[in-house]
């Protein structure tokens, strides 16, 4: 029985070590990650730190999303942008978009982003805006 006792209580501990560990390793330790909910507000990031910016999208469409404005490109650099498909074989299946951001030095960035087909001339379906203060 106390064998039984030991071997449960180490399932337990080794278990919460796991889940622990991998609730702290969400992603680079340097990354901001924010979503769409994130829209109109601000948010902080020392020098150096990555923000990565996921916004839901469907290439199949022909919308995605367009960096309008960086206010501040010596402040906040755009470093990349990625289309990630669907896990679904499903056909038009929506997708998401991670546009990768990095704080360069202090000050204070506006990026404004829109939802659109690139060949029209009508303003985005959505938009996205967000204030990054670098300090």
Avoid: H
């Amino acid at each position: 029985m106390r064998q039984v006792l030991w071997m449960i209580f180490g399932f337990i501990l080794m278990t919460s070590v796991v889940v622990g560990g991998a609730a702290c390793t969400g992603g680079s330790n340097n990354d901001v990650n924010v979503d769409s909910s994130y829209s109109g507000k601000q948010v902080e990031l020392s020098v150096g730190q990555s923000l990565v910016v996921t916004l839901e999208s469907n290439a199949t469409t022909g919308y995605s999303w367009v960096l309008v404005q960086n206010s501040d490109d010596s402040v906040l650099s755009k470093t990349g942008k990625e289309y990630v498909a669907p896990q679904t074989t499903l056909l038009g299946a929506g997708g998401q978009e991670e546009w990768t951001f990095k704080a360069l030095k202090k000050g204070t960035s506006t990026i404004s982003m829109g939802y659109s087909r690139p060949w029209e001339s009508t303003p985005p379906v959505e938009t996205f805006d967000l204030t990054i203060v670098v300090k």
